[in-house]
């Protein structure tokens, strides 16, 4: 069993900066891949950023994110982050770090077996 504690959300000015953390319980949780989705009032939970295990090598990130968004990852503490630059009015959200415990990094939300509380983004314009 893993928990997952997101955290670094808040209100931000259009191009300003947060970062994200996703802490895990698990001393383990360098073996698991680990997901960022976000969703929006009214619209479907959808993909942002995923990190693959071990040494985090494989990133991938969604096209709306992608050159303003960074995933990493801390082993010694547990934690992967979500740099997020250069905000916009439209990545305002509820953020979710999500884990699976594979080799395989994934898009899909279904795949993930733990998923955190959320934290919420908003960016004004």
């Known amino acids: 069993q893993v928990q997952l504690v997101e955290s670094g959300g808040g209100l931000v000015q259009a191009g300003g900066s947060l970062r994200l953390s996703c802490a895990a319980s698990?001393?383990?949780?360098?073996?698991?891949?680990v997901g960022w989705f976000r969703q929006a009032p009214g619209k479907e939970r959808e993909f942002v950023a995923v990190?693959?295990?071990?040494?985090?090598?494989?990133?991938y990130y969604a096209d709306s994110v992608k050159g303003r968004f960074t995933i990493s990852r801390d082993s010694a503490k547990n934690t992967v982050y979500l740099q997020m630059k250069r905000l916009k009015p439209e990545d305002t959200a509820v953020y979710y770090c999500?884990?699976?415990?594979?080799?395989?990094?994934?898009?899909?939300?279904?795949?993930?077996?733990?998923w955190g509380q959320g934290t919420q983004v908003t960016v004004s314009s």
């Open positions: 999500a884990a699976r415990s594979s080799v395989v990094v994934t898009t899909t939300a279904d795949e993930y077996n733990y």
């Open positions: 698990s001393r383990t949780f360098n073996n698991y891949a």
């Open positions: 990190i693959s295990r071990w040494s985090g090598s494989n990133t």
